[in-house]
């Protein structure tokens, strides 16, 4: 079984920025795909991000589009999401997930798609 565990939430102000890191152990056989996506109270589970198992494709849903960057340490099942400029609209409980490598064609922002996730850190942006 792989574990994931977030870490780097917490309250922010709008207008600044926010890093969340993720880190996979257990029985891990390979370098996964891995990606964030985030829970508002009330509204379904939505993508933010996703980087490729080797990092040569990354993803990002449009509402963050050019404020956020996901990196990931090399083939290691290690990743941050970096977002700039927070609005009260990012407020959400960040989840990172993990699945065996897609072709990139299939995309990355499906729920279905991923088979291990973590427990999740609540982010709070504050106006």
């Known amino acids: 079984q792989v574990q994931l565990v977030e870490s780097g939430g917490g309250l922010v102000q709008a207008g600044g920025s926010l890093r969340v890191s993720c880190a996979a152990s257990?029985?891990?056989?390979?370098?996964?795909?891995m990606g964030w996506f985030r829970q508002a109270p009330g509204k379904a589970r939505e993508f933010v991000a996703a980087i490729s198992w080797g990092g040569s494709n990354t993803a990002y849903a449009d509402s963050v589009k050019g404020r956020a960057t996901i990196s990931r340490d090399g083939f290691k099942n290690t990743v941050a999401l970096r977002l700039n400029t927070l609005t009260p609209e990012d407020t959400a409980v960040y989840y990172c997930?993990?699945?065996?490598?897609?072709?990139?064609?299939?995309?990355?922002?499906?729920?279905?798609?991923?088979?291990?996730w973590g427990q999740g850190t609540q982010v709070t942006v504050s106006s």
């Open positions: 257990g029985r891990i056989e390979r370098s996964y795909d």
């Open positions: 997930a993990a699945r065996n490598p897609l072709r990139p064609e299939s995309g990355y922002e499906r729920v279905d798609q991923y088979e291990y």
